[in-house]
């Protein structure tokens, strides 16, 4: 069994843990807290937490896994009926909120066990589990029927905070800062969990605002994690915000997730700041599966390469593999594996083969990768979840027979191993006049335009194309967007002629959720 936390047991008590506002607890009063929580809980049941950005959720979590138990973070925004499948669902024998907070009709059936973040004395029991025990049971967006619960085990935490430690040289002396909501893995796994198992400190901003990035980072802060949609925010605030400069070009690390950042923003921060956001990839099932790593090249467009452990291959429709050798990508730089008759490591991703190194500085060229096809994801690796809960049927769709988790996200990858993310395959891969077109790129290169504030593409029948590509366009200015032929144009100069778009809309706003992923089966039909 790995501990997830080793800081609370042999860490430095007197250091600051977590800070949320003015609120902040060190590593000797979370351990005392969570062991107080982790008394409430039996080993090996479902406990609900409603997740608010809150100590109380960080620390009802801690105090959830310390007991052997698994964690079912609840969306305080979820709809009632929304959230009564989740329960019955995923049936928690506790609830555990914050003092007051009131809790929706269709929690009122389970007990409730409300967290105290002030608890004197005590220390963090480690219950004896196993890595393959479950942690988490996160529910998907549920975006084609009702949410399915993903059950992570330990193991899938441990394995993804580790590789992004390697990955992103993240430290005990790292301060995060970000302000993502907890009922999901981005702000919950990587945002609370990562510092506590690095033994580093996080900040969460309760709200996000550029004012809190500003005043973290300028205080101390070294790493800054967020959305698209927070980072548009502060390129729009940059020009006019010196003080947000500052703050961003001392930053150690950048990171942007959840969905793609534009190009245009990448390129808007780093001119200002002389910082490349970093971005990377991952999944509710698979938590992360790539990223640019801090010694690589921060390339704009890109997820940059697999993560230790993790092994990622591109797929035909026919689910032969994309690429000269069909062989799969090296999980810790990006080198191919197959050419050689090389096999890899599953468990840290170091590959063995006629001289048994491993490449140490970067991902090499390597023809085999086929730069122009599109292929859905498939990936391996201990940062898989284990099933859908009691969904068998899901569960074995899902994947492969030799294993493979079939990601549903569309991509490319370039030369040197770096994968493009283009869309994905449900609702981003557009078939037009016998072309595979990803939506991303046409997104991107529209949001290039000076009249376009934001921009989603989708296709649409075509008796003549088979699909034809329609831009949802935000223009800058509602009362004089830029016209279609111009938009038309503006793509076909950046990218191909057949990747203009046929038809555009106009809208007020585009429709996103929580994370800030744009919602394009809400657009207006």
């Known amino acids: 069994m790995s501990f997830l936390f080793p800081a609370l047991a042999d860490g430095p008590g007197e250091c600051v843990a977590l800070r949320f506002g003015e609120r902040s607890l060190t590593y000797a009063e979370l351990a005392a807290a969570a062991s ?181 980072l300028n205080a101390g802060a070294t790493m800054l994690f967020g959305v698209p949609t927070m980072y548009h925010r502060l390129a729009e605030a940059l020009p006019d915000d010196p003080e947000l400069v500052k703050a961003l070009s001392g930053a150690r690390l950048l990171v942007s997730g959840s969905a793609a950042l534009p190009v245009h923003d990448h390129e808007r921060i780093a001119a200002a700041t002389g910082r490349r956001v970093i971005e990377r990839y991952g999944m509710t099932e698979t938590l992360m599966n790539t990223s640019v790593r801090a010694d690589g090249e921060a390339r704009p467009g890109t997820v940059g390469v697999p993560l230790p452990g993790v092994e990622l291959r591109l797929v035909e429709e026919d689910g032969t593999p994309v690429g000269a050798d069909g062989g799969t990508q090296n999980a810790a730089h990006g080198t191919p594996v197959g050419a050689d008759g090389g096999t890899q490591n599953a468990a840290h991703g170091t590959p063995t083969g006629a001289d048994g190194t491993r490449d140490a500085a970067s991902a090499t060229q390597n023809p085999a990768y086929d730069v122009e096809t599109v292929g859905e994801i498939q990936v391996r690796g201990p940062n898989l979840f284990t099933e859908y809960l009691n969904r068998p049927d899901a569960t074995a769709a899902a994947f492969t027979s030799d294993g493979w988790f079939r990601t549903g996200d569309m991509a490319v990858r370039d030369p040197d191993g770096y994968v493009r993310i283009v869309g994905r395959k449900a609702t981003d891969l557009i078939k037009s006049g016998g072309y595979k077109i990803g939506a991303g790129e046409i997104e991107n290169a529209l949001l290039e335009h000076p009249g376009v504030r934001e921009a989603a593409v989708t296709g649409e029948p075509d008796p003549d194309l088979g699909e034809r590509i329609v831009a949802w366009v935000v223009p800058v200015d509602p009362q004089s967007p830029p016209g279609e032929r111009e938009l038309a144009d503006h793509v076909a100069g950046r990218l191909a002629p057949h990747k203009r778009p046929r038809v555009v809309r106009y809208l007020d706003s585009l429709p996103r959720n929580d994370m800030g992923k744009i919602m394009k089966r809400a657009l207006p039909s």
């Open 36 to 216: 107080a929580v982790g008394g409430r809980v039996r080993e090996g049941e479902r406990v609900a937490v409603w997740a608010t950005p809150s100590l109380e959720t960080a620390v009802g979590v801690v105090g959830v896994l310390l007991a052997g138990a698994t964690v079912v973070p609840l969306n305080p925004k979820s709809g009632e009926k929304e959230l009564g499948h989740i329960l019955a669902d995923s049936a928690p024998s506790l609830i555990l909120a914050a003092p007051g907070e009131r809790l929706p009709e269709a929690a009122g059936h389970l007990t409730r066990v409300d967290v105290d973040v002030r608890v004197d004395g005590g220390g963090a029991d480690f219950a004896h589990v196993d890595d393959g025990d479950p942690a988490l049971v996160v529910y998907t967006s549920g975006t084609t029927g009702p949410p399915k619960g993903a059950v992570l085990p330990r193991r899938a935490l441990v394995a993804t905070l580790d590789a992004l430690a390697d990955a992103w040289q993240w430290t005990a002396d790292d301060v995060l800062v970000h302000g993502l909501p907890l009922f999901h893995v981005h702000g919950l796994v990587l945002g609370v969990l990562g510092p506590l198992r690095r033994g580093g400190s996080v900040r969460h901003l309760g709200r996000f605002s550029a004012e809190g990035v500003t005043r973290e």
